[in-house]
């Protein structure tokens, strides 16, 4: 046994730290404006009472000052937001128009870099590619099974095998999938699970992680298989939100199944499915964990996210660094535009 | 896809109610391929975890040679895999057991500050009048989209040096040294949480009733007041929504780890530890399997048991809009 509770003592001071903090900070705001109101509640109550005890005309009535209020709930998420993401957003966008120290202007230098370097077009490809086929995979597989479980006994059941991936790190589930595609040489027996199906199909086991572009599409499907939970839960209350009297209108004119999913089902789950779609294609555009701890973005699988913290964290090299985050950022920005779009849409039909 | 149906049956179909036989047989064919293909896809989607589950349990020799299937013919059990990698002596055994109670000390002030930080600011952006409300809360939406990685370096440059301006330092860098790191964790993941903490608030805050609010401030109640005794319980599921989320999210996150915490055992968390093994020890099944599970299992828990806060939650978050 190595364990130390006394290896833990600092850290769990910190945490009490940490906690009391907490307390001081948000119970000392909500203090202060229970307090201060009150405090001129009763001035202005001993003034009226001095008022009329002397005759002399009341004092009008202070108009309540909202703003107050309303700087004191904001102040501390205001505060944050400055400082930990508006601030820093913009000072990456001027280093990516700094060198790798951060000292000297160089235009769009770390821009052209991006775009000439062939390692880095293969890893801008590369998230091409993800983003690409993660939501349409996993939008796709999570609307069959959301219709296929629909109403089916043990509903609850399978839909949380299909969820639970969701509550799994990325790093736990790049383990779960190393552990599939693990790979034993050919006299021995295979303890990855791909590679067995293969050799018991009369294959021959492959090193799954090292050969480009196949691996990765698997890697993709780990990203696949986190996000179709997501994409199950989102979907299959959407079509429980379907009429009831529109679904038994279909029934009753004869329509199919098949029919029934295209022509009922599909237009009334719409806009669902784009928030589905953008809010995985997001969320792939950002993917890190699981191309660091699979390959760590070799034998060409990396994506954008790795080589941001790559060229920024590990080569030192800020300027293209925060061109790489400016560039995802760029990326991201034409999908939520889209979005709002088409809530706008939305709600004028509605 | 099955049998194809003469005309005659379709009509015979609406005349007796949808009871001849080929639409029968049909319909039963129809919901069998459909119970395969719902089966074939919760099996794909449990396999793997369950095989790595059955792995942990194995004994070394056993697990580098065998495939764990076979373990349902030769089931040899060990707990000896999770007592090395929480509790083993050597510096590569895994010590996790520390990484535990990092990642703990980590997640929990990472989740009130944003919790309670975001609540009071919901309730402003809802329920207060003030001039710029509207491009506030517009403000606090967009930046949703910013992606973290755009803040990373410049935070990092504000907690190790501060910040200078034309040579004047405005802000100290903070200095912080072994489990006093923690706190740009805490930092750092309050920040990037803030704006969908408040987006999501807000969208339950702002759908309370506006006769509740006005009858409360009709009696003299201050707003504070009424944040604390009438909309806070009201919101209570929206609150453990965000709780689950934002604890997935910062028990799982391997990013703002890695920047902010380090390697160092002092403060990095199960993630850290756990990409580092596989990174350094891709071939140690014996410690990743058990690791894996180890840094899955609290998280499981939390997500079983609340699944109800966190389904409402993520339907809030995202279709509502």
Redesign the interface.
């Known amino acids: 046994?190595?364990?130390d509770f006394a290896?833990?003592a600092?850290?769990?001071?910190?945490?009490l730290w940490?906690?009391v903090?907490?307390a001081v900070v948000?119970g000392g705001?909500?203090f202060v404006?229970?307090a201060v109101?009150?405090f001129f509640a009763r001035r202005r109550e001993a003034q009226l009472v001095a008022a009329s005890a002397s005759g002399a005309p009341l004092p009008r009535r202070p108009k309540q000052r909202?703003?107050f209020?309303?700087l004191f709930?904001?102040m501390?998420?205001?505060l944050?937001?400055l400082?930990?993401?508006?601030?820093?957003?913009i000072?990456?966008?001027l280093?990516s128009f700094m060198d790798g120290s951060s000292q000297n202007w160089v235009g769009l230098d770390n821009y052209r870099w991006m775009f000439a370097e062939d390692a880095i077009v293969r890893v801008l490809l590369n998230t091409l590619v993800w983003v690409t086929l993660v939501p349409l995979a996993a939008t796709a597989?999570g609307l069959?099974?959301a219709v296929?479980?629909d109403k089916?006994r043990l509903e609850a059941v399978?839909k949380?095998?299909?969820?639970?991936?969701?509550?799994?790190?990325?790093?736990?589930a790049?383990?779960?999938?190393?552990?599939?595609y693990?790979y034993r040489g050919e006299d021995?027996?295979?303890?990855?699970?791909l590679n067995?199906i293969v050799v018991s199909l009369g294959g021959e086991p492959r090193q799954w992680l090292l050969d480009s572009p196949l691996n990765t599409l698997l890697l993709i499907v780990i990203m696949v298989?986190i996000q179709?939970g997501?994409a199950m839960?989102?979907l299959s209350?959407?079509i429980k939100s379907i009429p009831a009297d529109i679904v038994e209108a279909a029934r009753l004119d004869?329509v199919s199944?098949w029919q029934m999913f295209w022509q009922i089902t599909m237009p009334s789950i719409r806009?669902?499915l784009i928030?589905?779609v953008v809010?995985i294609s997001?969320a792939t555009?950002?993917v890190?964990?699981i191309v660091?701890?699979?390959t760590?973005g070799n034998y060409d699988t990396s994506v954008i996210?790795n080589e941001?913290?790559n060229q920024?964290?590990r080569y030192g090299q800020?300027g293209q660094?925060?061109a790489?985050?400016?560039f995802?950022?760029v990326l991201?920005?034409p999908i939520?535009i889209f979005?709002i779009r088409n809530?706008r849409q939305q709600r004028r039909e509605g | 896809m099955t049998t194809t149906t003469p005309p005659a049956a379709?009509g015979a179909?609406?005349t007796d109610g949808?009871t001849t036989r080929a639409s029968r047989v049909r319909k039963r064919l129809?919901s069998r391929t459909?119970?395969l293909?719902?089966i074939v896809?919760?099996v794909v989607?449990?396999?793997?975890?369950f095989?790595?589950f059955v792995?942990s349990f194995r004994p070394e020799p056993l697990?580098?040679?065998?495939?764990?299937?076979t373990f349902f013919q030769d089931p040899q059990f060990t707990l000896k895999n999770y007592q090395d990698v929480?509790?083993?002596?050597s510096a590569s055994s895994g010590?996790l057991?520390?990484y535990f109670?990092?990642s703990?000390?980590i997640t929990?002030?990472s989740v009130?500050?944003p919790l309670?930080?975001?609540a009071?600011?919901a309730?402003?952006?809802a329920w207060?009048?003030?001039?710029g409300?509207d491009w506030?809360y517009i403000a606090?939406f967009a930046?949703q989209?910013?992606?973290?990685?755009?803040?990373?370096?410049?935070?990092l440059s504000?907690f190790s040096r501060g910040v200078n301006l034309g040579g004047v330092t405005l802000l100290p860098a903070w200095n912080l040294d072994?489990?006093?790191n923690?706190?740009q964790v805490?930092?750092?993941h309050?920040?990037?949480a803030?704006?969908f903490a408040?987006f999501l608030l807000h969208n339950f805050i702002s759908q309370l009733p506006k006769d509740l609010m006005e009858a409360a401030r009709v009696d003299g109640a201050?707003?504070?007041?009424i944040?604390?005794t009438i909309v806070l319980p009201l919101v209570a599921p929206a609150l453990a929504a965000f709780a689950i989320f934002q604890f997935?999210w910062v028990?799982?996150?391997?990013?703002v780890a890695?920047?902010f915490a380090g390697g160092s055992d002092?403060?990095a968390p199960l993630?850290v530890r756990?990409?580092e093994l596989?990174?350094t020890r891709?071939n140690e099944?014996q410690r990743?399997?058990a690791?894996?599970f180890v840094?899955?299992v609290v998280?499981?828990i939390?997500?079983?048991s609340l699944?109800r806060y966190f389904?409402r939650g993520?339907?809030a978050g995202?279709?509502k809009?």
């Not at chain 2, 989209?145 to 935070?155: G, H, K, N, R």
């Not at chain 2, 028990?251 to 990013?255: F, S, T, V």
């Open positions: 046994m190595n364990f290896d833990q600092p850290k769990l001071m910190m945490l940490g906690l903090a907490f948000v705001l909500l404006l229970d109101p009150s909202e703003g209020f309303a709930f904001l501390p998420t205001v944050l937001l400082i930990g993401l508006v601030v820093p957003a000072r990456t966008t280093l597989i069959i099974y296929l479980v089916a399978a949380s095998l299909i969820f639970m991936p969701m509550a799994i790190s990325f790093v736990g790049a383990i779960i999938w190393r552990f599939v693990a021995q027996e295979q303890i990855g699970l067995q298989w179709a997501f839960v989102v209350a959407a004869g199944p806009p669902a928030v589905v809010t997001i555009l950002k890190f964990d660091r701890t699979t760590n996210a941001m913290y920024a964290f800020n660094g925060s790489l985050a400016v995802l950022f991201v920005v939520v979005q809530l | 379709v179909q609406q949808g129809n459909a119970t293909v719902a896809i919760a989607w449990t396999i793997p975890t095989g790595l792995s697990l580098k040679t065998t495939g764990w299937w929480l509790f083993g002596q010590q057991a520390n109670v990092n703990l000390v929990l002030p009130l500050f309670a930080f975001a009071l600011a309730y402003a952006l207060i009048n003030f001039r409300r506030l606090i930046l989209i910013v992606p973290l990685q755009m803040a990373l370096v410049p935070l504000f072994g489990a006093q923690f706190a805490w930092f750092a309050t920040c990037f803030l704006p408040v201050t707003h504070p007041k944040f604390r997935l028990w799982n996150d391997l990013l890695l920047i002092v403060t993630t756990l990409a596989a990174g891709g099944w990743l399997t690791g894996a840094s899955i998280p499981l939390v997500f079983l699944q389904v993520l339907l995202s279709v809009g």
